[in-house]
């Protein structure tokens, strides 16, 4: 019985070494490709045994993940969920990003390149940063290999030498970025370097490489071709259908000879789509299906699995946790490996959630330091768990011109200017200068030297201004001039805040920071006149003292959050103030607001919101006491959004405010928010007990908001039952 269960295994290896050898080979066509996956499903129900895939472009990216494992229909299941905007546009997650790119984000409508005295415009619309990491995390499993013959299925995709235009057979290295270089569709995506050599799209000089799969050693070859026709003279009505045309030219001229080199030809009936057609993918998907399933006949007398030699699909599943033992950075010279790390919120011997782990690598490349991030997690070979072997190619471009438009109630109108400079003076370091002109002049000075998880060390500086007629009580405090008659008064408020201070991470997404503050603050009127008929002050006082910060900030988006939560506590203590001099007695005022959103359906969101703040230690000075009234974001100082009220029309040393906000998008980037808020505002209601009990104050608002490129456009109808009042409340553009 031995000897013939020997025998037998040896005609079944004889026979499998006799049987013919068979190649596929995918052609590129952009979201047309998606042809390719109906087509593998046909292969696959077949049991059709494959020996080696050659790819381009969009051929390459799904020939390379069904040669990790992927079955047909497994791609199917994936690219029904795949984010194809997102790819594309390289947005990344907002919750992804540092405090300070998350401020560029919501504050600047333009931002552009400014190098040499010279607006540099971006080479591609995409870094391909997205599709990198969607490509690195599906093929985490076959990570480790580096020689593409190894893999599942052997196999290898064209990529195109943009300096010399010749052709480049990827075969080995790195998976994930040989895919993306195949794909590089030249303005979509920017190039990609691999080996010192600047790649673009295959398809540029062979979208069909049959001839390099048949010198392999291939005896049958299977070809599903997605490429475009000649079209006629009906569907050539854009720039862009003209352009596709003339590269068809030679790629049909190809074609016609590289079809005859194919065995069994499978041309899927996907005229009427075109490159970015991925709105459409489960059509075209089908097409591919019905385009393999008319040469069934043929494919059914192809070499197929046995039970023995049956490829098994890669199961995929979500990596719950890493070890990274190593980490290897090459390519930095501007910059710090402590910043690179910080930035990755990654250290060496340390194990961190796979999720963790994606966010790390956005947030470093939200910084738009770096051209390029490529990264793999290679198995560490005497210990368990991965070493990160990544390249960064740092960005050329170090400076930026930003601009923003903004009208609001309080500040008016408002033209944002800013100029952004990064590796000033040292390595890591940002310079950022605002000058914001309109109805109400100011500035916004910032500079950091970003040392990651080490204490990084920052300057601010701010200058703030406005004018607006509140009730005269408010300031009025001398009994002479509250008994004038003045029930409102106009009131001119200058603000500029100096800060020297330092900042780290803290449980990684916490942002802790302290430092020094100097503070000058001035009051006057025109409605009053003091010594020689000048405008009169209420007053111009200096302050120095101390602050401290701590912030966490994972709302999916600032304006309209969905998901997320939120925290920001800070506490100041002022050691002297001008207009008391030596007198001056110390005080302290904290405060902090949190926030929690949540989706309750794919339309609907609410998100809560309570903050709270109280002075300590001398109660005197009312200038910098809290303040609520209005509508806004990043009011200075202690001045808090209220609803139902106008700006600053209610104060205090302490408060407490909750705010309840339901947001239906009615349609894409168009909400409908309903909004109440309740507060307790007054002198020592900690001490008083009254911040426990029902609210004194509250407004309600019926609103609609629009996300333009500018920022939110947004109207808001607002009421108070205490005043009886209604009030609208309208702005345009980031808040800053």
């Known amino acids: 019985m031995l000897f013939f269960a020997v025998f037998s295994a040896e005609a079944q290896q004889n026979a499998q070494e006799n049987q013919p050898k068979v190649g596929l080979v995918l052609s590129g066509g952009g979201a047309k490709g998606l042809a390719h996956i109906g087509a593998l499903k046909v292969i696959d129900s077949l049991g059709v045994k494959i020996d080696y895939i050659a790819g381009t472009s969009m051929g390459a990216i799904i020939g390379g993940l069904y040669a990790a494992g992927y079955s047909g229909k497994q791609l199917d299941s994936l690219f029904q969920v795949i984010n194809f905007d997102d790819l594309i546009s390289d947005e990344l997650p907002r919750t992804s990003k540092t405090f300070s790119e998350r401020t560029n984000a919501e504050k600047y409508a333009v931002k552009l390149p400014f190098n040499k005295f010279s607006v540099k415009l971006p080479s591609a619309i995409s870094k391909g940063h997205n599709a990198y990491n969607l490509f690195s995390n599906l093929l985490f499993p076959v990570g480790s290999i580096d020689d593409f013959s190894k893999l599942p299925v052997p196999f290898f995709c064209i990529a195109t030498n943009v300096e010399n235009g010749e052709q480049v057979i990827l075969n080995k290295g790195n998976l994930a970025q040989s895919i993306l270089a195949s794909g590089a569709l030249p303005s979509l995506y920017q190039p990609v370097m691999i080996n010192d050599a600047i790649l673009v799209d295959g398809g540029v000089v062979n979208n069909y490489p049959?001839?390099?799969?048949?010198?392999?050693?291939?005896?049958?070859?299977?070809?599903?071709?997605?490429?475009?026709?000649?079209a006629d003279r009906e569907h050539l009505s854009s720039a862009p259908d003209l352009l596709f045309q003339i590269n068809n030219f030679r790629t049909i001229n190809d074609m016609r000879l590289k079809v005859k080199k194919t065995d069994i030809y499978i041309k899927p009936d996907i005229m009427d789509y075109n490159m970015i057609s991925f709105d459409d993918g489960q059509q075209i998907i089908n097409l591919g299906r019905e385009a393999a399933l008319t040469?069934?006949?043929?494919?059914?007398?192809?070499?197929?699995?046995?039970?023995?030699?049956?490829?098994?699909?890669?199961?995929?599943?979500?990596?719950?946790?890493?070890?990274?033992?190593?980490?290897?950075?090459?390519?930095?010279?501007?910059?710090?490996?402590?910043?690179?790390?910080?930035?990755?919120?990654?250290?060496?011997?340390?194990?961190v959630s796979y999720a963790d782990f994606?966010?790390?690598?956005?947030?470093?490349?939200?910084?738009?330091?770096?051209?390029?991030?490529?990264?793999?997690?290679?198995?560490?070979?005497?210990?368990?768990?991965?070493?990160?072997?990544?390249?960064?190619r740092e960005s050329s471009v170090d400076a930026y011109l930003k601009l923003g438009v903004h009208y609001d109630d309080l500040y008016k109108t408002a033209v944002l200017l800013n100029l952004t400079k990064k590796r000033l003076l040292f390595k890591n370091d940002e310079m950022s200068f605002d000058l914001i002109l309109g109805d109400n002049v100011r500035y916004n000075f910032e500079y950091l030297i970003d040392k990651g998880f080490y204490w990084s060390i920052g300057v601010k500086s701010r200058y703030n201004q406005f004018a607006k007629k509140i009730n005269a009580n408010l300031v009025l405090e001398d009994e002479p001039l509250r008994d004038n008659g003045l029930n409102k008064i106009d009131v001119k408020l200058r603000d500029q805040t100096n800060q020297l201070y330092v900042q780290t991470l803290f449980m990684r997404d916490f942002a802790f920071?302290?430092?020094?503050?100097?503070?000058?603050?001035?009051?006057?009127?025109?409605?009053?006149?003091?010594i020689d008929d000048e405008d009169y002050s209420f007053g111009s006082t200096n302050y120095l003292g101390l602050v401290g910060a701590l912030k966490m900030d994972k709302y999916d988006d600032f304006y309209f959050p969905r998901n997320g939560v939120y925290f920001d506590g800070q506490l100041n203590i002022y050691l002297y103030s001008s207009s008391e001099g030596s007198d001056f007695k110390n005080y302290s005022i904290a405060k902090a607001s949190m926030g929690y959103a949540y989706s309750i359906s794919k339309k609907l969101a609410f998100n809560f919101q309570t903050s709270g703040g109280f002075k300590i230690g001398d109660?005197?000075?009312?200038?910098?006491?809290?303040?609520?009234?209005?509508?806004?974001?990043?009011?200075?100082?202690?001045?808090?959004?209220?609803?139902?009220?106008?700006?600053?029309?209610?104060?205090?040393?302490?408060?407490?405010?909750?705010?309840?906000?339901?947001?239906?998008?009615?349609?894409?980037?168009?909400h409908i928010l309903l909004e109440g808020n309740w507060a307790n505002i007054d002198d020592d209601i900690f001490d008083s007990g009254e911040w426990f009990t029902l609210p004194d104050y509250s407004g309600y608002s019926i609103g609609?908001?629009?996300?333009?490129?500018?920022?939110?456009?947004?109207?808001?109808?607002?009421?108070?039952?205490?005043?009886?009042?209604?009030?609208?409340?309208?702005?345009?553009?980031?808040?800053f």
Do not use: C
């Open 619 to 670: 109660k005197s000075d009312p200038t910098l006491d809290f303040a609520l009234g209005g509508y806004g974001n990043h009011l200075i100082n202690n001045f808090v959004p209220f609803l139902g009220y106008d700006f600053v029309s209610l104060t205090g040393n302490s408060y407490v405010k909750s705010a309840l906000t339901f947001d239906y998008e009615i349609f894409r980037k168009q």
């Open 295 to 351: 040469k069934v006949k043929v494919l059914k007398k192809l070499p197929a699995y046995t039970k023995a030699t049956a490829k098994k699909p890669l199961q995929y599943r979500n990596v719950d946790s890493i070890s990274i033992n190593h980490i290897r950075i090459n390519g930095i010279k501007h910059y710090t490996r402590a910043y690179v790390l910080g930035k990755l919120k990654l250290k060496e011997k340390e194990t």
């Open 358 to 392: 994606n966010e790390g690598v956005n947030n470093l490349v939200a910084t738009d330091n770096f051209d390029t991030f490529e990264y793999q997690l290679k198995q560490s070979k005497d210990t368990v768990g991965y070493d990160l072997v990544a390249r960064v």
């Open 210 to 230: 049959v001839d390099e799969l048949r010198d392999l050693g291939m005896d049958i070859i299977i070809g599903v071709d997605v490429q475009d026709g000649l």
């Open 513 to 530: 920071s302290m430092g020094a503050e100097h503070k000058h603050i001035e009051i006057d009127t025109e409605n009053l006149t003091g």
């Open 704 to 735: 609609y908001g629009v996300e333009t490129f500018i920022g939110p456009i947004q109207l808001k109808y607002t009421y108070s039952p205490e005043l009886g009042e209604r009030k609208w409340f309208f702005n345009v553009g980031f808040w």
